[in-house]
C-alpha cells in the first residue's frame, strides 16, 4: 500500500533563517506530488507541484521553493523565512483509482511557526 | 484565482439537525472530491463523484455532483458531534490538485 511521510511535524524558526521540509512516498512509483499551505481553519493553498524528478512547477510566487532529487522525495525550501511564511504545510501524492477517478493521499502535515 | 467555492464558511448546529454544504466552480471538472480534515491533520477523501448528477450516499452523508460538473454538494443528515470538522472539496484540473476554501463544521452536543 502506499504512505507518505512528512516531517518534522511541528517546527519553530526565527526570521531570516533556511526552511527544508521533506516529504517521501513509499508503495508507488513516478507520482504527482504537491505541497500545500493551509491558515488557520481554511482551504488549502497550492504552492507546487511536481509530475516528476527535476520538475517544479510553481503556483504562487513566495518566499519559498521546492525541489525534488528524486522520484518519491518532495522538498519544500526556503533560504530567508518571513514571518508570513506560517502556517500548516502539507504534502501529498496524486493518486489515480483503476477508473480514473483523481484523489489525493496527504502527509501529517507540519506546523511552521516563524518567531 | 480560487477556482472552487464552497459554502458556508462556518457552520454551527445542533446535533440532530440537517445541513447542507455547496462547493461551486465556473469551471468544469473531470471529478470532484469531498475531504474531511481533523486538526492538525492531513485531509482524508471521503467520495469522489464522476458522472454529471451523479448522487452518492456514505452512511448519513449524501453527496452530488450538479448536471454540468461545476458544482457539488454535501448534505449531512441528522448531524453528530463526531461530524465536526473541516470539509473541503477539491477538483483536479489536468495536473493538479486544487481545494475549496472550506467549511468549518462544528456540531454541538
Known amino acids: 500500500s502506499q504512505t507518505i511521510h512528512q516531517w518534522p511535524a511541528t517546527l519553530v524558526q526565527p526570521v531570516g533563517s533556511p526552511l527544508s521540509l521533506e516529504c517521501t512516498v513509499e508503495?508507488?512509483?513516478?507520482?504527482?506530488l504537491y505541497w500545500y499551505r493551509q491558515a488557520a481553519g481554511r482551504g488549502l493553498q497550492l504552492l507546487f507541484y511536481s509530475v516528476g524528478i527535476g520538475q517544479i512547477s510553481s503556483e504562487v510566487p513566495q518566499n519559498l521553493s521546492a525541489s525534488r532529487p528524486q522520484d518519491r522525495q518532495f522538498i519544500l525550501s526556503s533560504k530567508k523565512l518571513l514571518l508570513s511564511d506560517s502556517g500548516f504545510y502539507l504534502c501529498?501524492?496524486?493518486?489515480?483509482?483503476?477508473?480514473?477517478?483523481?484523489?489525493?493521499?496527504f502527509g501529517s502535515g507540519t506546523r511552521l511557526t516563524v518567531v | 484565482t480560487q477556482l472552487l467555492e464552497q459554502s458556508p464558511q462556518f457552520l454551527s448546529i445542533q446535533e440532530g439537525e440537517n445541513l447542507t454544504v455547496y462547493c461551486n466552480s465556473s469551471?468544469?471538472?473531470?471529478?470532484l472530491q469531498w475531504y474531511r480534515q481533523e486538526p492538525g491533520e492531513g485531509p482524508v477523501l471521503l467520495v469522489t463523484v464522476v458522472t454529471g448528477g451523479e448522487v452518492k450516499k456514505l452512511k448519513r452523508l449524501t453527496f452530488q455532483f450538479g448536471d454540468a460538473r461545476k458544482d457539488s454538494s454535501l448534505h449531512i443528515t441528522a448531524a453528530q458531534p463526531g461530524d465536526t470538522g473541516l470539509y473541503l472539496c477539491?477538483?483536479?484540473?489536468?495536473?493538479?490538485?486544487?481545494f475549496g476554501t472550506g467549511t468549518r463544521l462544528t456540531v454541538i452536543p
Open positions: 477539491a477538483g483536479a484540473p489536468y495536473n493538479n490538485l486544487f
Open positions: 508503495g508507488t512509483s513516478n507520482p504527482n
Open positions: 501529498a501524492w496524486r493518486g489515480d483509482s483503476r477508473n480514473g477517478y483523481t484523489f489525493g493521499y
Open positions: 469551471s468544469v471538472f473531470s471529478s
